[in-house]
């Protein structure tokens, strides 16, 4: 349990910015040409970034902050250093607040400034937290997308979001420090909504030592116009680094690096005959993983298991693909079905043991809380098809920020599986595999998906970036070379 001072600093994104963060920051928005009219700072907290801005911009003329805690407010109203009549201070919920109506009150020449929270709606959801925005699918997400997890979202992207809806038509500057990941996010809304964008760039910042927190953070600058539509962002390492890398769009692929991607952007496809594939999802590993001690079979309990073989597999973790450890299993796994939706009461007639062992847990198996097993026949699993029972399999961990891949094949003479960590491609034919295997493998192949791949990411490479090496383009230049 964590208590009520934590989940108000949690809820709340109660991480003030440091005020020598916040001079630095402002200092950089002079160097980049900034000098607003008007600075809104929607959830200014203590009022570091108020303080420095009025000391900043001294040309500015009117400063407003707005927050929900009126302690922080009147912590602001107190201090000494900005006491002037050009800086209002009132209470507000960013959720309830008309934005609109407040910059309507201005012409243009605004700058939004600030940090918004760092925490996801699921882990407000954890702490039964009130401050979220109203409950809609406003990334569009749809199917199994929205079922498994790709609906989660920061709420600072959603308050981004709502900014940039009521920012993008005037004359203005966006300065917010947010997760990287969560600036790229905001690019891709922009580009989708085809909204006003002259110019994005963010400046990484060290989180550790302003926030003692791990995580991949940045100041996320954006200058508006009524007339430019300009979908591309500038990377920069610090605040001080002159060189960057250009992340942009490509047939409506966000690319990490253009630069290195235009030399070879020939090898794009949209159009693979080749699938990659996510392995086994089951939500259940006490029950569905075995491991094998002197030969006998035991549970995630601790529990000697007597089954048959026919359900059993050997199964490849992703830390097995990543360190290369492929050749023997420490795990086993049952598979119930071999495609999606199937039946699973044969199982009964066919291995009773089996079904027995399902029944003795399904007090675990029944209740796994992802909507994917609802309406779902009985112990079914997720991430099975043919694809999951051919002989060959080139498989990578999507969770290494490494491009590692790897030639598996059978082991103790049954298709091995994979966990939904690793995506793979499979064969019938060890040659057939090997081919592909030394395409992709490649020094132009690796090029390739570097320059599209966002290693910040928690999960840095997906099938889509896998699916979009033109296999046939890749071989034509290898055998020209």
């Not at 201005?106 to 702490?127: A, C, D, E, R, Y």
């Not at 809304?189 to 030592?209: R, W």
Request: hydrophobic letters at 35%.
């Amino acid at each position: 349990m964590i208590d009520t001072k934590q989940k108000y600093k949690i809820e709340y994104g109660d991480f003030q910015t440091p005020i020598e963060l916040a001079n630095r920051i402002c200092h950089k928005l002079v160097e980049l040409d900034v000098n607003p009219e008007i600075i809104i700072e929607p959830t200014c907290g203590i009022g570091n970034f108020i303080e420095a801005s009025f000391r900043i911009f001294p040309s500015t003329k009117k400063i407003v902050g707005i927050d929900i805690n009126l302690t922080y407010l009147q912590k602001i109203k107190d201090n000494q250093q900005i006491q002037s009549s050009k800086i209002t201070i009132q209470q507000g919920d960013f959720f309830t607040v008309d934005w609109l109506s407040l910059t309507n009150q201005f012409n243009n020449n605004i700058l939004v400034i600030g940090n918004f929270p760092w925490v996801t709606n699921s882990k407000q959801g954890q702490i039964n937290a009130t401050n979220l925005p109203q409950k809609n699918n406003f990334q569009n997400h749809n199917g199994l997308d929205a079922i498994t997890g790709k609906s989660n979202f920061d709420i600072s992207e959603w308050m981004l979001i709502k900014t940039v809806d009521w920012l993008h038509n005037y004359d203005s500057h966006l300065a917010m420090l947010c997760k990287t990941s969560v600036a790229r996010k905001l690019l891709n809304y922009i580009y989708a909504k085809k909204l006003n964008l002259s110019y994005c760039a963010t400046y990484k910042i060290d989180t550790q030592k302003y926030f003692q927190a791990n995580v991949e953070a940045c100041l996320l600058f954006c200058k508006f116009n009524s007339s430019s539509r300009q979908y591309f962002c500038d990377v920069f390492q610090d605040f001080y680094d002159a060189k960057y890398h250009r992340i942009g769009y490509y047939k409506k692929t966000l690319v990490r690096d253009l630069k290195s991607f235009q030399k070879l952007s020939s090898l794009f496809t949209n159009k693979n005959h080749a699938k990659w594939r996510s392995g086994i999802k089951h939500d259940c590993s006490k029950v569905m993983e075995l491991s094998k001690i002197n030969n006998i079979l035991v549970n995630g309990f601790g529990e000697t298991v007597d089954i048959e073989d026919m359900f059993l597999f050997p199964l490849l973790k992703g830390s097995d693909i990543a360190n290369g450890k492929i050749t023997h299993a420490k795990k086993y796994v049952l598979v119930t079905q071999k495609n999606i939706g199937e039946s699973t009461e044969y199982i009964k007639v066919f291995a009773p043991k089996t079904w027995q062992y399902l029944e003795k847990y399904s007090q675990y198996l029944d209740v796994r809380k992802s909507k994917i097993y609802h309406d779902k026949p009985r112990f079914s699993v997720f991430g099975v098809g043919e694809y999951t029972f051919k002989s060959w399999k080139i498989a990578i961990c999507g969770l290494y920020k490494k491009l590692d891949f790897q030639l598996i094949g059978e082991i103790d003479n049954k298709p091995t599986m994979v966990d939904d960590t690793v995506y793979f491609l499979s064969f019938d034919d060890q040659e057939d595999a090997l081919k592909i295997y030394n395409l992709i493998t490649t020094q132009q192949a690796m090029d390739f998906y570097s320059s599209l791949i966002f290693w910040d990411e928690k999960r840095p490479i997906k099938t889509k970036i896998l699916n979009s090496l033109n296999l046939t383009a890749i071989k034509k230049i290898t055998t020209a070379a």
